[in-house]
């Protein structure tokens, strides 16, 4: 079963508005990754991060690796209707295999 | 460059028929993927292939699920006989070795559907 929980499991926002979503772990990870899925599609990579207390930034997104190394954040600044969809976080410790959270569900309102 | 491929995209069965999913990976890319994804879930991974050996297929439902990869490159998932509960989308992923996160791509998927 999934070992991550990701929050919150839906949004709704006005295009415009910011997004944070995050997600914990009761156990560590040396990589934490974000992904998106569209309807009918497999998930996105969207950031990686491979270090505790780094901050990475692709265009209007965010994210964080947790200092303790079990949790991160994805941040969207400024949303538009094409940030809808399903936003996974994923872990990894080593080389073995990702887990991934149940997902968090994003509705933009034009 | 072509993404991992998966047929069919969408496939309807009754219980108790066999069905089957097949993947191309992209091209060089020695490891191989097949995840699971409940509804409202983030993919489960049921098998992992280095080349043409399964070497991790702790998650995969034995007694009615098989996978094979000839050759190294292509793969197939089959399930048989399929019950109501594996309803779900069956993701093909694959990476340049098992280390590599940002080389790491997953497929659209095949929706299975058992009635």
């Known amino acids: 079963g999934q070992q991550l929980n990701q929050s919150p499991q839906s949004m709704f926002i006005q295009e415009g508005e910011d997004v944070s979503m995050n997600c914990t772990s009761s156990?560590?990870?040396?990589?934490w990754l974000w992904y998106k899925q569209d309807p009918g599609e497999g998930p996105v990579l969207l950031i990686a991060?491979?270090?505790?207390?780094e901050l990475t930034s692709n265009g209007r997104l965010t994210a964080q690796f947790g200092i303790t190394r079990k949790d991160s954040f994805l941040n969207i600044s400024a949303s538009i209707p094409s940030d809808v969809g399903i936003y996974f976080c994923?872990?990894?410790?080593?080389?073995?295999?990702?887990?991934f959270g149940a997902g968090t569900r994003l509705t933009v309102k034009p | 460059e072509a993404g991992v491929v998966q047929s069919p995209r969408y496939k309807i069965i009754e219980k108790k028929q066999p069905v089957a999913f097949w993947c191309n990976p992209i091209?060089?890319?020695?490891?191989l993927y097949w995840y699971r994804q409940n509804l409202g879930q983030g993919p489960e991974l049921l098998i992992r292939?280095?080349?043409?050996?399964?070497?991790?297929d702790s998650q995969l439902p034995k007694d009615r699920f098989s996978a094979e990869r000839l050759k190294g490159v292509d793969s197939t998932l089959k399930i048989q006989p399929a019950e109501l509960g594996d309803s779900a989308v069956y993701l093909c992923?694959?990476?340049?070795?098992?280390?590599?996160?940002?080389?790491?791509?997953f497929g659209s998927g095949t929706r299975l559907t058992v009635v």
């Open positions: 992923a694959s990476s340049l070795g098992q280390g590599a996160v940002r080389g790491y791509t």
């Open positions: 292939y280095e080349n043409e050996e399964a070497v991790d």
């Open positions: 994923a872990g990894r410790y080593n080389n073995n295999d990702m887990r």
């Open positions: 991060l491979y270090k505790a207390g």
């Open positions: 091209s060089g890319h020695n490891t």
């Open positions: 156990s560590i990870f040396n990589t």
